[in-house]
């Protein structure tokens, strides 16, 4: 196994932190929108009254960092390396959840997490090396060759099919639908997000890339496709328990991610079939972890089976009676 480099040093220290960040918003922007739901038009039907809540926007800026922390890491790391360890905001999530919005996390939940933590691990160890860049204009080449083209079509014809034909028919219903809108659209975002990164990387070290319209597209790009992302994750929140939410959105999300980044910077191409293996036995375990914490969402936890419970359950159902329990 090769060393780690200093620049991929750098990536880790920065997903970790936009982990903790973003695990956290989770739970603070939900708490903002369960008191908006309260006093107005929920945000999963249609309503905008959480921008009205102070606690939302505190989810918010804890967004942001995670992102600013997010955004920084793809500038030095490939998205293979960067993107898995999103897994701990899962367990931040799903940890705050149940102290905090009385989401009760049963025994095989935690295992679960533990398994998306050795799943990360397994990826980040074998992960490649950064593609070295030394233009925007080398990115645009990458994005315009036909396996990505072919792709990002793809990508945007079905997030079109979900919005306009899913959306009123399942999106109360099936958590997959808005998900998969925010996963989906978070692959490209993330391909957007290193084109600026490294634009912005190469501009601070002497090489002016704003100066090429190539790093004004992707800029134009990145912020629609954030602000997509932003409006389906908040119907999401706002529709959904949160324990089963933030795993389903990091195994699409991080797939996909992955899937784009091959095929746009090659990761793969200077790698071993051993090493591209264990990267996939790695996702294969995140799977199982996440797959723990989804079945597992609506069993009591065994310390809670005592006397009094049930008080605590009614408890839990009556300040939050507009989650939804989701078909996938």
């Not at 090769?2 to 970790?16: F, K, M, P, Q, R």
């Not at 079109?160 to 998900?179: A, D, M, S």
């Not at 529709?239 to 992955?258: A, D, G, H, K, Q």
Request: glycine letters at 8%; aromatic letters at 10%.
């Amino acid at each position: 196994m090769e060393e780690i480099s200093s620049d991929n040093v750098h990536g880790l220290i920065l997903a970790l932190a936009s982990s903790i960040f973003i695990g956290s918003s989770f739970i603070i922007k939900k708490k903002g929108l369960m008191k908006a739901g309260a006093s107005g038009t929920r945000a999963g039907s249609g309503g905008h009254s959480y921008l009205k809540q102070p606690m939302w926007w505190a989810g918010m800026i804890s967004m942001i960092l995670g992102e600013i922390a997010n955004f920084a890491a793809y500038a030095f790391a490939p998205a293979i390396l960067v993107t898995p360890l999103g897994a701990l905001s899962i367990i931040v999530s799903a940890v705050l959840a149940h102290y905090f919005l009385d989401e009760r996390m049963h025994i095989f939940g935690v295992v679960g997490c533990v398994l998306c933590l050795v799943g990360s691990t397994m990826i980040v160890l074998h992960a490649p090396h950064e593609t070295q860049v030394s233009s925007v204009k080398q990115v645009w080449v990458f994005t315009t060759e036909p396996g990505f083209m072919v792709y990002a079509i793809t990508v945007l014809v079905l997030v079109g099919v979900l919005i306009y034909r899913y959306v009123p028919l399942y999106g109360q219903t099936h958590v997959i639908v808005y998900v998969g809108i925010c996963s989906l659209m978070g692959s490209l975002t993330v391909m957007c997000v290193k084109a600026v990164g490294i634009a912005i990387k190469l501009s601070f070290s002497g090489s002016n890339q704003f100066k090429y319209f190539q790093t004004w597209f992707f800029t134009m790009l990145l912020l629609g496709f954030c602000l997509m992302q932003l409006n389906y994750l908040n119907k999401a929140l706002d529709t959904f328990n949160t324990n089963v939410v933030s795993p389903i959105y990091y195994v699409m999300f991080t797939s996909l991610t992955i899937v784009a980044s091959v095929i746009m910077f090659k990761d793969w191409d200077d790698q071993s079939a051993t090493q591209i293996a264990t990267e996939l036995c790695g996702f294969i375990t995140i799977l199982c972890g996440t797959f723990l914490l989804h079945k597992t969402k609506d069993m009591e936890s065994p310390a809670t089976v005592t006397r009094g419970s049930s008080n605590s359950l009614d408890a839990s159902a009556s300040a939050n009676p507009n989650t939804r329990q989701p078909e996938l």
